[in-house]
């Protein structure tokens, strides 16, 4: 099994994302030491400014690794305990009944029974996957929204219950992470933020990855097209917008080189030990937000690449902008991406997504970056 790369079908296959509807995409591959970084198309479509490789981008839930991570290291101090129940920590939070059955490590793998807040904090929005009831309104009406964690969680436990703690399928939720952001705060006597920047962030040499503090994007960076499932025609920049709504748990800008970086030392055992690496990596069967099972670990999705083999990382998804990273099992293979528009697809009138071209083409990208077998795609 070879495993280099052709930097010239590298590039055909993101010229095809382009081509396909995505205004600008670009990635980095690494295969031992053959480094690649491309791009193409727009960081601007009212200027044409070129996309860039270096450029800076809103990563979403990708930040649920380095948050899983963090707290991870204070369970390797014995701060935390991941089998403690989170009502001995935020009794405040989840009290009663809940706080005693769920979990630290439920939280951290989505198996608690929490609820998604985001339908209950944009009034407007509809929770995956039930699309058809949903309107763009709230976007534009909470750009600048400050929102209170304690609130937002609070709308997730007060919602009924997605499930029963520690038993699979679990359910993504932000709600779980804000809880471990809280619960950070709690042991270490310092914001979630400096926690993860300063344990995490700063430990891996990361030196353009930051969770911000307002709602610009310092640096070098492209617009984030958001179309709302062909609601906002045509798609509308959100590149400036308070991320209060997600905190550390899906809010980090970071560049595709950075991403390559974190998921190498991450899986080598230098942000984590071996052993809590170990722990990371024991899968329960997660229902993502668009309906999806995935493999979850703590932090951590596993993706099986058909002729590839295990690869290991975490995708996201933010208003207008979204991005994927992925490590091979023994890290001699590595793709990121980052893509400057969202939910192109339209809406069927049962409410679900509508296949499009950008699907495949975003999907044979994924099998060219990671050496997947022709024909084939990440699953």
């Known amino acids: 099994m070879s495993n280099s790369f052709d930097p010239d079908e590298l590039q055909a296959a993101l010229e095809a994302v382009h081509r396909a509807g995505v205004p ?15 791009a193409a198309g727009v960081a601007d479509l009212a200027t044409g400014r070129p996309v860039t490789a270096d450029m800076r981008h809103r990563v979403g839930s990708i930040t649920k690794t380095f948050t899983a991570a963090a707290v991870l290291q204070l369970v390797e101090a014995g701060e935390i305990g991941l089998d403690t129940p989170i009502g001995h920590y935020l009794p405040d939070l989840v009290p009663g009944e809940r706080g ?4 630290v490590e439920m939280l951290i793998n989505h198996t608690s029974g929490l609820a998604e807040y985001l339908p209950h904090a944009y009034p407007s929005l509809a929770a995956f996957p039930d699309l058809a009831r949903t309107t763009p309104k709230s976007l534009d009406d909470n750009r600048f929204s400050k929102f209170s964690w304690d609130e937002l969680i609070g709308l997730g436990v007060a919602a009924p219950a997605v499930g029963v703690p520690g038993k699979p399928p679990g359910v993504y939720s932000n709600t779980n992470y804000l809880l471990l952001c809280r619960l950070m705060e709690s042991v270490t006597a310092t914001s979630a933020e400096k926690f993860i920047t300063r344990n995490v962030i700063e430990r891996a040499g990361l030196r353009d990855t930051e969770l911000p503090a307002g709602p610009e994007i310092d640096g070098p960076h492209s617009q984030h097209y958001e179309a709302w499932f062909g609601m906002i025609d045509p798609p509308r920049d959100y590149s400036v917008y308070d991320m209060s709504w997600v905190g550390p748990s899906a809010s980090l800008i970071s560049t595709v080189a950075d991403l390559n970086r974190f998921f190498d030392l991450l899986l080598a055992g230098e942000i984590i030990s071996r052993a809590m690496l170990e722990r990371m990596q024991r899968t329960v069967a997660v229902i993502s937000f668009e309906g999806k099972t995935v493999d979850y670990g703590l932090g951590l999705h596993r993706m099986e690449v058909p002729g590839r083999g295990t690869f290991w990382g975490h995708d996201g998804s933010v208003w207008g902008g979204g991005a994927i990273s992925l490590t091979s099992a023994d890290r001699t293979r590595q793709a990121s991406v980052a893509l ?14 509508q296949p499009h071209a950008i699907d495949d083409a975003f999907a044979a990208l994924l099998r060219t970056l990671t ?9």
Do not use: D, K
């Open 24 to 38: 600008g995409v670009f990635a980095e591959a690494r295969a031992g030491e053959q480094i690649w970084r491309g």
């Open 340 to 353: 400057n528009l969202q939910r192109w697809n339209t809406l069927a009138p049962s409410g679900r997504p």
């Open 100 to 103: 005693a059955a769920i979990t």
């Open 371 to 379: 050496g997947g077998r022709p024909g084939s795609s990440p699953r």
